[in-house]
C-alpha cells in the first residue's frame, strides 16, 4: 500500500547507520561517551544547565515528581487535552490530580481557568503546575509564572515542543527547554516527535542550587567507576 499513513515514520540516514553501528561496537551500549555527547548537546541546544536522559518521558516526569517528594498533599494541575502520562507521573505518588479547562482555539491550557484552580487549593498543600506545549505550540508561560508566584513551582511536558521557541525583544531566542519559568522541562524522542532516537527521553534542568530544585535530587554522579548513577531512593527503570 504505497499510500498507507503510517503513525510513525522515522527518516533514518546512511549516517545515521554509521552511528548506531559505532554506538553497538563502543563496548558499552548503556551510558557511557555517546550518552554524555548527547545529553550535552541537548543542554546546549536548550540553552541549559543540565540535561538528563531517562527511559521514557513518563519516566522523565516521574523522577520529577520524586525530587519534589510528591505526596497527597501535592496538588497538580494539567490541561485536559494532554497524554495521559503527565498526569500518571504524579498520581503513583498519591498526588491530587485536577485538570484545567484549555483554550478553544489553541488546545492549550487556558490562564483564566488556571487562575480559578489556583486560588482553590487549599492553603498546605504544594502546587504544581505542570504546562503542556501541545503540537509544537507554546503554553503562554510567563503569565503561568505570574500566578504561580511563590505558591508552587512549574514544569514544562514539551515533549512535542523541542526546538520550538519565543522571540523575546524581537531578536532574542527563548528555546523550550532554557527553564527560563520553571524548574524543569521534559522531552520525548519518540518516533512520533519532532526528532527520535532509540527509547529515550530527557529532562532539562537550569541549575543546581537551593530550593525545590529537581537537580539536587536527581543527579548522582560517583567519582569513579564504571557505574553513572546511584539509586538512592524507591523508583522504577
Known sequence: ??????????????????????????GTLTAGDYLESFEDKLSKC????????????????????????????????????????SANAFKILGANIVLCDVDETSGLLSISALSRIISKVPKYNKIIVVVVHLGGRLVEIKKVKELVKNKGVIIEDACHAFGSY????????????????????????????????APISASTIPQKGPGPNPANSIIFIPDNGPIRLTSQRLKFN
Do not use: W
Open 1 to 26: 500500500m504505497k499510500n498507507f499513513l503510517h503513525y510513525a515514520q522515522p527518516s533514518i540516514d546512511n549516517e545515521d547507520k554509521k552511528n548506531i553501528e559505532r554506538a553497538l561496537f563502543s
Open 46 to 85: 536548550c540553552r541549559s544547565k543540565y540535561a538528563i536522559a531517562c527511559s521514557s518521558g513518563t519516566m522523565a516526569l516521574h523522577l520529577l515528581a520524586l525530587a519534589l517528594d510528591v505526596d497527597k498533599n501535592t496538588t497538580v494541575i494539567v490541561p485536559s487535552i494532554t497524554f495521559m502520562a
Open 166 to 197: 519565543r522571540i523575546q525583544n524581537s531578536l532574542e531566542k527563548d528555546f523550550v527547554g532554557s527553564c527560563k519559568y520553571s524548574i524543569a522541562s521534559t522531552f520525548s524522542f519518540h518516533p512520533t516527535k519532532t526528532i527520535t532516537s
